[in-house]
Structure formats: structure tokens, C-alpha cells
């Protein structure tokens, strides 16, 4: 069976994921910042069911030191699929005229820097898979085409430059066939999403692990919808 690597998998679309792969018999490593308080994931693990599927690791996508002992752990175990989920929606640089500078430096580095390094530390494990995926997920607030509304300043600009950081990726890792995406998970009901969200996290969960599972090289380089249509950069 496949397996994934998730960031921030405690909670929201995160955990939502680990649940539908582990539902399908996926090898799931999830990290979180804290194992021991994420109760979602630490039931998950004490369920029979899934006890040798899941592997819960801690990181701070920021830390480089809980990195490279993730790194460690993983060795050279193949990792069909990389999820970069964990984001911050970075709230106090929303507004024109409240550029909080703290907020602008998390954003950066949970959106932005975070996904690329993950690229980087895990990208042999990725191309010693079988399925070659990188998912990276964006957020239609990204796309300058869809910007309809302005502010969310720090959330968009990090979206879009994570959107740059992907075609890149995705035409540099093309010689190793692995496919690099910028996924839209649609409007989720989650902390971030807030309840008016179109999608409960199932929904958005099992049409993610969809879109990743009939993804093919021709999607590589490409901001994705969670229905698969193509969004405007
Ligand atoms: N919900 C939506 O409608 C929507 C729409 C478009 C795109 N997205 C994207 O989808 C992804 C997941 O969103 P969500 O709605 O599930 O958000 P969420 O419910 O707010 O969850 C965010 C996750 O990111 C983690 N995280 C934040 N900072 C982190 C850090 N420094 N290190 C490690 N983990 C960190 C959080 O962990 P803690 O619990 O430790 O804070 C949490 O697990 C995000 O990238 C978001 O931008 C969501």
C-alpha cells in the first residue's frame, strides 16, 4: 500500500487526510508541533485497526532540528506522497494598514520556506516511491487572477509565492518523474475555514486523496481545484 508524509496533521484537512488514508490502508506519518496533545491522532494510534499504519512525529515545520530528526527517522523509506498541508492563515496582516511584521515572518515560514524545505529533505524519498507526489496545498486566495476582494495580505502573497515555488519544483524534479502540485482543498469547515465552509472535512479529504490518487505527470506544475479544474494563477 502507498504511503504519506503530512504536515500538521492534528487537526482540519490534515487530520482529515490521515483518516481517509489509514480508511484505505495507506502507511500514514503524520507530524504535529505537539504528539502528546494531539488526542485526534493519539486515539488513531491506540485504534487496533491502524496501530502499525500510523507513525506520528513531532515538527514544528519551522524547526530545523525536529526536520532533520524527522529526516532521520524516515531513513530511506519510500514516501509515495508529500503533503505540505500545515499553514497559518495569518490573520494580523490582513488588513491594509496593520503590517504586523511578527505575522508576515510565521506566514513565511509555515506557508512558504517550510513546503520547499520539506521538498528538499524528503524529495530521494519521494522519487524511490512508486506514485512520485508532491501536493502542496495553496489556497485559491493565491491566485491574483481570483483576487477579487483585496487583504489578506501575508496569507495571498505567501499562497502565490508557494504557487511560484511549486512550478519550479515541478519542472526541476521532471527528470526524476515526480509530480509536484498546487492544490486548492476548496472552502473547508476547519479553524481556518470557519463554519460557513462549503466542504465538511470528509468531503474535502476524500476528494483530495482522489485528485492526488488519479494525478499523472501531465498535472505536474499545476494549481489544481479540488474538483481538478485548473484554477488561474
Ligand atoms: N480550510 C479552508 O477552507 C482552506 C482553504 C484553502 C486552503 N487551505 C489550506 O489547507 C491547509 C490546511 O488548512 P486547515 O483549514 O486544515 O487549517 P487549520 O484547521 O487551521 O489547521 C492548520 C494546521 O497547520 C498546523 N500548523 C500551523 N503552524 C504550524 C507550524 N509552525 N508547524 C507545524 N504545523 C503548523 C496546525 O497545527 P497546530 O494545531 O499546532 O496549530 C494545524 O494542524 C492550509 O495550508 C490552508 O492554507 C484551507
Known amino acids: 500500500m502507498p504511503s504519506i508524509l503530512i504536515t500538521g496533521a492534528n487537526r482540519g484537512i490534515g487530520l482529515g487526510l490521515c483518516r481517509e488514508c489509514l480508511s484505505q490502508g495507506w502507511t500514514v506519518h503524520a507530524t504535529c508541533r505537539q504528539p502528546e496533545k494531539s488526542r485526534h491522532l493519539l486515539a488513531l494510534q491506540h485504534d487496533k485497526k491502524y496501530t502499525s499504519q500510523l507513525s506520528v512525529y ?18 530511506n523509506s519510500p514516501i509515495d506522497v508529500l503533503v505540505n498541508n500545515a499553514g497559518v492563515h495569518a490573520k494580523k ?36 516511491s512508486k506514485m ?29 509565492a508557494l504557487n511560484a515555488v511549486t512550478v519550479s519544483a515541478a519542472h526541476d524534479l521532471k527528470y526524476r518523474d515526480i509530480i509536484v502540485m498546487v492544490l486548492h482543498p476548496g472552502w473547508v469547515r476547519t479553524d ?9 472535512v470528509e468531503q474535502a479529504s476524500t476528494m483530495l486523496l482522489k485528485l492526488i490518487q488519479r494525478a499523472s505527470m501531465s498535472d505536474s506544475g499545476k494549481f489544481l481545484d479540488i474538483d481538478g479544474t485548473e484554477i488561474p494563477w
Open 132 to 160: 512520485k507526489i508532491i501536493a502542496n496545498l495553496s489556497s485559491k486566495m493565491g491566485s491574483m487572477t481570483d483576487n477579487n476582494s483585496g487583504g489578506s495580505y501575508a496569507y495571498r502573497a505567501t499562497k502565490a
Open 58 to 75: 513531532p515538527l514544528d515545520v519551522r524547526n530545523s532540528e525536529q526536520l532533520e530528526s524527522l529526516q532521520a527517522a524516515l531513513g
Open 192 to 200: 481556518m475555514g470557519g463554519p460557513q465552509g462549503e466542504l465538511s
Open 93 to 128: 496582516a490582513s488588513q491594509f494598514g496593520h503590517c504586523d511584521e511578527d505575522t508576515w515572518e510565521e506566514a513565511v515560514a509555515v506557508n512558504l520556506l517550510a513546503p520547499m524545505k520539506m521538498m528538499e529533505c524528503f524529495v530521494d524519498n519521494v522519487a524511490d
